[in-house]
Protein backbone atom coordinates (compact mmCIF):
# COMPACT_ATOMS: atom_id res chain seq x y z
CA UNK A 1 0.00 0.00 0.00
CA UNK A 2 1.33 3.55 -0.60
CA UNK A 3 1.77 6.01 2.35
CA UNK A 4 2.76 9.39 2.64
CA UNK A 5 5.43 10.72 4.97
CA UNK A 6 5.40 14.47 5.06
CA UNK A 7 8.29 16.43 7.08
CA UNK A 8 8.63 19.98 8.15
CA UNK A 9 11.29 22.47 7.73
CA UNK A 10 13.65 23.45 10.92
CA UNK A 11 15.17 25.62 11.89
CA UNK A 12 18.41 25.21 14.38
CA UNK A 13 20.34 27.33 17.10
CA UNK A 14 17.62 30.39 17.89
CA UNK A 15 20.66 32.14 18.63
CA UNK A 16 22.69 30.34 21.38
CA UNK A 17 21.31 27.01 21.47
CA UNK A 18 24.01 26.06 18.96
CA UNK A 19 23.44 21.91 18.10
CA UNK A 20 20.88 21.82 21.15
CA UNK A 21 17.90 24.04 20.19
CA UNK A 22 15.04 24.40 17.13
CA UNK A 23 12.40 24.95 15.99
CA UNK A 24 9.87 23.47 13.15
CA UNK A 25 8.66 25.04 10.32
CA UNK A 26 5.53 24.42 7.99
CA UNK A 27 7.50 23.83 4.93
CA UNK A 28 7.72 20.22 3.74
CA UNK A 29 9.10 17.72 2.38
CA UNK A 30 6.65 14.80 1.59
CA UNK A 31 7.78 11.40 0.61
CA UNK A 32 5.56 9.04 -1.72
CA UNK A 33 6.23 5.05 -1.01
CA UNK A 34 4.96 2.30 -3.03
CA UNK A 35 6.54 -1.65 -2.49
CA UNK A 36 6.97 -2.68 -5.73
CA UNK A 37 8.26 -4.62 -7.95
CA UNK A 38 12.17 -3.11 -8.26
CA UNK A 39 13.45 -0.42 -6.59
CA UNK A 40 13.09 3.10 -7.84
CA UNK A 41 14.29 6.69 -6.07
CA UNK A 42 12.74 9.55 -8.13
CA UNK A 43 13.60 13.18 -7.07
CA UNK A 44 10.76 15.73 -8.23
CA UNK A 45 10.83 19.27 -9.00
CA UNK A 46 13.27 21.87 -9.77
CA UNK A 47 14.48 22.07 -5.95
CA UNK A 48 15.70 18.03 -6.12
CA UNK A 49 17.05 18.61 -9.56
CA UNK A 50 20.56 18.10 -8.54
CA UNK A 51 20.05 15.00 -6.51
CA UNK A 52 20.57 11.27 -7.36
CA UNK A 53 17.76 9.35 -8.05
CA UNK A 54 18.94 5.90 -7.07
CA UNK A 55 20.18 4.41 -4.41
CA UNK A 56 22.86 7.21 -3.59
CA UNK A 57 20.13 9.37 -2.71
CA UNK A 58 20.33 10.96 0.44
CA UNK A 59 16.40 9.75 1.85
CA UNK A 60 16.78 6.46 0.45
CA UNK A 61 20.03 6.13 2.51
CA UNK A 62 18.14 7.26 5.81
CA UNK A 63 15.57 4.23 4.41
CA UNK A 64 18.22 2.44 4.31
CA UNK A 65 20.42 3.46 7.95
CA UNK A 66 16.61 2.75 9.43
CA UNK A 67 16.20 -1.02 8.13
CA UNK A 68 19.85 -1.72 9.34
CA UNK A 69 19.20 -0.32 12.78
CA UNK A 70 16.35 -2.56 13.06
CA UNK A 71 18.29 -5.79 11.85
CA UNK A 72 15.81 -6.06 8.59
CA UNK A 73 16.12 -5.46 5.22
CA UNK A 74 14.18 -3.34 3.02
CA UNK A 75 11.85 -4.63 0.23
CA UNK A 76 12.18 -3.04 -3.39
CA UNK A 77 9.84 0.51 -3.51
CA UNK A 78 9.50 3.54 -5.73
CA UNK A 79 10.13 6.56 -3.53
CA UNK A 80 8.97 9.78 -4.69
CA UNK A 81 10.42 12.83 -3.36
CA UNK A 82 9.97 16.56 -3.20
CA UNK A 83 10.30 19.47 -1.30
CA UNK A 84 9.07 23.22 -0.21
CA UNK A 85 12.21 23.65 1.74
CA UNK A 86 15.39 24.72 -0.40
CA UNK A 87 18.41 23.08 0.30
CA UNK A 88 21.70 24.45 2.26
CA UNK A 89 19.63 27.14 3.48
CA UNK A 90 20.09 26.70 6.97
CA UNK A 91 15.99 25.91 7.10
CA UNK A 92 17.15 22.19 7.69
CA UNK A 93 16.53 20.56 4.41
CA UNK A 94 19.21 17.57 5.15
CA UNK A 95 17.32 16.77 8.49
CA UNK A 96 13.88 16.64 6.42
CA UNK A 97 15.51 14.04 3.94
CA UNK A 98 17.00 12.09 6.82
CA UNK A 99 13.81 12.03 9.38
CA UNK A 100 11.80 11.44 6.19
CA UNK A 101 13.84 8.52 5.53
CA UNK A 102 14.18 6.83 8.79
CA UNK A 103 10.04 7.41 9.50
CA UNK A 104 9.30 6.06 5.94
CA UNK A 105 11.42 2.70 6.44
CA UNK A 106 10.12 2.44 10.30
CA UNK A 107 6.38 2.53 8.49
CA UNK A 108 7.45 0.05 5.96
CA UNK A 109 8.54 -2.28 8.35
CA UNK A 110 5.90 -2.37 10.34
CA UNK A 111 7.19 0.13 13.33
CA UNK A 112 10.45 -2.06 14.83
CA UNK A 113 11.98 0.89 16.02
CA UNK A 114 10.12 3.36 18.60
CA UNK A 115 9.91 6.99 18.36
CA UNK A 116 13.04 7.66 20.83
CA UNK A 117 15.05 5.30 18.40
CA UNK A 118 13.73 7.13 15.88
CA UNK A 119 15.23 10.25 17.41
CA UNK A 120 17.97 9.26 18.54
CA UNK A 121 19.24 7.40 14.89
CA UNK A 122 18.65 10.41 13.17
CA UNK A 123 20.70 12.91 15.57
CA UNK A 124 23.60 10.62 15.74
CA UNK A 125 23.31 10.62 12.11
CA UNK A 126 23.24 14.49 11.42
CA UNK A 127 25.48 14.46 14.42
CA UNK A 128 23.18 17.39 16.49
CA UNK A 129 19.85 17.20 17.47
CA UNK A 130 18.96 20.93 16.89
CA UNK A 131 17.04 20.31 13.43
CA UNK A 132 16.32 16.34 13.26
CA UNK A 133 14.23 16.95 16.95
CA UNK A 134 11.62 20.05 15.87
CA UNK A 135 11.30 18.14 12.42
CA UNK A 136 10.12 14.81 13.84
CA UNK A 137 8.01 16.19 17.07
CA UNK A 138 7.07 19.77 15.93
CA UNK A 139 7.00 22.64 17.90
CA UNK A 140 10.02 24.25 19.67
CA UNK A 141 12.25 21.43 21.20
CA UNK A 142 15.86 21.70 22.81
CA UNK A 143 17.93 18.14 22.74
CA UNK A 144 21.54 16.84 23.99
CA UNK A 145 22.99 13.90 22.42
CA UNK A 146 24.83 12.07 24.83
CA UNK A 147 26.21 8.59 25.25
CA UNK A 148 23.26 7.16 26.77
CA UNK A 149 20.66 8.69 23.93
CA UNK A 150 19.05 11.89 22.67
CA UNK A 151 17.01 13.44 26.03
CA UNK A 152 15.05 16.48 25.07
CA UNK A 153 11.89 18.82 26.04
CA UNK A 154 9.27 19.79 23.85
CA UNK A 155 8.10 23.04 24.19
CA UNK A 156 4.41 24.20 22.82
CA UNK A 157 5.27 27.46 21.27
CA UNK A 158 3.65 30.50 23.23
CA UNK A 159 0.82 32.24 22.13
CA UNK A 160 1.13 35.00 19.43
CA UNK A 161 4.57 33.53 18.70
CA UNK A 162 5.25 33.55 14.69
CA UNK A 163 8.52 33.68 12.82
CA UNK A 164 9.64 35.43 9.47
CA UNK A 165 12.30 34.29 7.91
CA UNK A 166 14.56 36.13 5.15
CA UNK A 167 16.31 33.36 2.86
CA UNK A 168 18.97 34.49 -0.04
CA UNK A 169 19.03 33.13 -3.43
CA UNK A 170 22.45 31.30 -2.55
CA UNK A 171 23.64 28.34 -0.58
CA UNK A 172 25.96 27.64 2.04
CA UNK A 173 26.63 24.04 2.91
CA UNK A 174 26.31 23.38 6.60
CA UNK A 175 30.14 22.13 6.52
CA UNK A 176 31.45 25.19 5.02
CA UNK A 177 29.62 27.31 7.81
CA UNK A 178 30.89 24.76 10.89
CA UNK A 179 34.39 24.81 8.80
CA UNK A 180 34.08 28.53 9.68
CA UNK A 181 34.14 28.17 13.48
CA UNK A 182 36.90 27.86 16.11
CA UNK A 183 37.58 24.57 17.66
CA UNK A 184 37.09 26.02 20.85
CA UNK A 185 35.66 28.69 23.09
CA UNK A 186 36.47 30.52 26.87
CA UNK A 187 35.30 30.40 29.68
CA UNK A 188 33.51 33.92 29.45
CA UNK A 189 31.87 32.50 25.96
CA UNK A 190 31.06 29.20 27.25
CA UNK A 191 29.09 30.82 30.24
CA UNK A 192 27.61 33.47 28.08
CA UNK A 193 26.00 30.63 25.91
CA UNK A 194 24.54 28.78 28.77
CA UNK A 195 22.80 31.60 30.68
CA UNK A 196 21.56 32.96 27.47
CA UNK A 197 20.43 29.61 26.55
CA UNK A 198 18.86 28.82 29.26
CA UNK A 199 16.89 32.16 29.25
CA UNK A 200 16.34 31.73 25.82
CA UNK A 201 14.48 28.27 26.62
CA UNK A 202 12.27 29.50 29.93
CA UNK A 203 11.14 32.39 28.06
CA UNK A 204 10.06 30.53 25.50
CA UNK A 205 8.72 28.20 28.01
CA UNK A 206 7.14 30.70 29.70
CA UNK A 207 5.93 33.13 26.62
CA UNK A 208 8.37 35.93 27.91
CA UNK A 209 8.54 37.28 24.26
CA UNK A 210 9.85 40.44 25.65
CA UNK A 211 12.70 38.81 27.01
CA UNK A 212 13.92 37.42 23.58
CA UNK A 213 15.91 39.71 22.17
CA UNK A 214 18.66 39.96 24.64
CA UNK A 215 18.14 35.93 25.05
CA UNK A 216 19.06 35.53 21.35
CA UNK A 217 22.54 36.43 21.70
CA UNK A 218 24.88 34.37 20.54
CA UNK A 219 29.35 34.56 20.44
CA UNK A 220 29.63 30.96 19.37
CA UNK A 221 28.77 30.66 16.12
CA UNK A 222 26.71 33.38 14.09
CA UNK A 223 29.85 36.01 14.40
CA UNK A 224 32.40 33.52 12.99
CA UNK A 225 29.21 33.13 10.17
CA UNK A 226 28.90 36.62 9.98
CA UNK A 227 31.32 36.99 6.85
CA UNK A 228 29.51 34.36 5.22
CA UNK A 229 26.23 35.92 5.22
CA UNK A 230 25.93 39.68 3.52
CA UNK A 231 23.37 41.74 5.59
CA UNK A 232 23.59 39.09 8.82
CA UNK A 233 25.28 41.63 11.64
CA UNK A 234 22.68 44.43 10.00
CA UNK A 235 19.87 42.52 11.18
CA UNK A 236 21.28 40.61 14.35
CA UNK A 237 22.03 44.27 15.21
CA UNK A 238 18.99 46.58 14.26
CA UNK A 239 16.11 44.05 13.83
CA UNK A 240 14.64 44.24 16.68
CA UNK A 241 13.98 47.97 16.16
CA UNK A 242 12.08 47.31 12.78
CA UNK A 243 9.29 44.96 14.42
CA UNK A 244 11.12 41.86 15.08
CA UNK A 245 11.26 40.03 18.90
CA UNK A 246 14.83 39.05 18.24
CA UNK A 247 16.92 37.66 15.18
CA UNK A 248 19.53 34.85 14.46
CA UNK A 249 21.15 32.78 11.95
CA UNK A 250 18.63 30.39 10.57
CA UNK A 251 20.62 26.99 11.32
CA UNK A 252 23.80 27.17 9.37
CA UNK A 253 22.33 30.16 7.34
CA UNK A 254 22.12 31.94 4.93
CA UNK A 255 18.25 32.10 5.71
CA UNK A 256 17.91 34.75 8.97
CA UNK A 257 15.32 34.10 11.19
CA UNK A 258 13.49 36.75 13.27
CA UNK A 259 11.04 35.87 15.77
CA UNK A 260 8.09 37.97 15.88
CA UNK A 261 4.04 39.15 17.61
CA UNK A 262 1.35 38.04 15.40
CA UNK A 263 -0.16 40.87 17.15
CA UNK A 264 1.80 43.60 15.00
CA UNK A 265 1.49 43.95 11.12
CA UNK A 266 4.80 42.80 9.97
CA UNK A 267 5.10 45.56 7.09
CA UNK A 268 7.78 47.39 8.47
CA UNK A 269 10.21 44.42 8.96
CA UNK A 270 9.43 43.26 5.65
CA UNK A 271 10.67 46.81 4.55
CA UNK A 272 13.58 46.51 6.95
CA UNK A 273 14.54 43.34 5.28
CA UNK A 274 14.52 43.73 2.03
CA UNK A 275 16.19 47.18 2.57
CA UNK A 276 19.24 44.63 3.91
CA UNK A 277 18.65 42.61 0.91
CA UNK A 278 19.13 45.30 -1.54
CA UNK A 279 21.60 47.21 0.53
CA UNK A 280 23.93 44.10 -0.15
CA UNK A 281 22.91 43.04 -3.93
CA UNK A 282 21.35 40.50 -3.19
CA UNK A 283 17.72 38.84 -4.10
CA UNK A 284 16.05 36.48 -2.12
CA UNK A 285 12.10 36.10 -0.42
CA UNK A 286 10.81 37.24 2.69
CA UNK A 287 8.09 35.23 4.77
CA UNK A 288 5.80 34.92 7.68
CA UNK A 289 5.49 31.40 8.95
CA UNK A 290 3.82 30.16 12.13
CA UNK A 291 5.62 27.38 13.97
CA UNK A 292 4.71 23.82 12.77
CA UNK A 293 3.48 21.79 15.59
CA UNK A 294 2.78 18.75 13.77
CA UNK A 295 5.85 17.18 13.61
CA UNK A 296 6.33 14.47 10.23
CA UNK A 297 3.16 12.74 9.71
CA UNK A 298 2.33 9.42 8.10
CA UNK A 299 -0.46 9.09 5.88
CA UNK A 300 -1.29 5.92 5.11
CA UNK A 301 -4.69 6.35 3.05
CA UNK A 302 -3.44 9.04 0.17
CA UNK A 303 -5.54 9.90 -2.07
CA UNK A 304 -4.63 8.67 -5.45
CA UNK A 305 -3.04 11.29 -7.58
CA UNK A 306 -1.14 10.22 -10.69
CA UNK A 307 2.47 9.99 -10.05
CA UNK A 308 5.14 11.99 -11.94
CA UNK A 309 8.39 11.69 -12.74
N1 LIG B 1 15.11 15.90 -0.26
C1 LIG B 1 16.41 15.68 -0.42
N2 LIG B 1 16.81 14.66 -1.18
C2 LIG B 1 18.12 14.41 -1.34
N3 LIG B 1 19.11 15.14 -0.79
C3 LIG B 1 18.75 16.17 -0.03
C4 LIG B 1 17.40 16.50 0.20
N4 LIG B 1 17.36 17.57 1.00
C5 LIG B 1 18.63 17.90 1.26
N5 LIG B 1 19.48 17.08 0.66
C6 LIG B 1 20.95 17.12 0.70
O1 LIG B 1 21.34 17.94 1.80
C7 LIG B 1 22.16 19.03 1.34
C8 LIG B 1 21.90 20.27 2.15
O2 LIG B 1 22.26 19.99 3.46
P1 LIG B 1 22.91 21.11 4.39
O3 LIG B 1 23.07 20.48 5.73
O4 LIG B 1 24.12 21.70 3.74
O5 LIG B 1 21.83 22.27 4.44
P2 LIG B 1 20.39 22.36 5.09
O6 LIG B 1 20.06 21.08 5.77
O7 LIG B 1 19.45 22.83 4.05
O8 LIG B 1 20.60 23.54 6.13
P3 LIG B 1 20.81 23.55 7.74
O9 LIG B 1 21.39 22.23 8.15
O10 LIG B 1 21.72 24.71 8.00
O11 LIG B 1 19.44 23.80 8.29
C9 LIG B 1 21.76 19.21 -0.12
O12 LIG B 1 22.78 19.85 -0.85
C10 LIG B 1 21.52 17.77 -0.56
O13 LIG B 1 22.75 17.13 -0.82
N1 LIG C 1 23.50 23.54 14.66
C1 LIG C 1 23.85 23.36 13.27
C2 LIG C 1 22.60 23.47 12.43
C3 LIG C 1 22.84 23.26 10.96
O1 LIG C 1 22.83 21.91 10.62
C4 LIG C 1 24.85 24.44 12.86
O2 LIG C 1 24.60 25.59 13.19
O3 LIG C 1 25.86 24.11 12.22
Not at 56 to 65: C, I, P, T
Not at 173 to 199: K, M
Amino acid sequence: MTFLVRVPASSANLGPGFDSLGLSLPLFTTLRVTPGAVTEVVPLGPELAGTPAGAGNYVYRAMQLAARRAGRDLPPLRLEIETEIPLARGLGSSAAALVGGIVAANELLGRPLAPGALLDLAAREEGHPDNVAPALLGGIVVATLGPGGTAHVRLAPPPHLGVTVLVPDFELATSRARAALPESYSRADAVHALSHTGLLVGALAQGQLELLRGAMNDRLHQPWRAALVPGLADILANAADHGALGAALSGAGPTVLCLRDTRQDPAELHHYLHGVLRGHGLTGGVLDLPVDTAGTVVDTSPQEVPARG
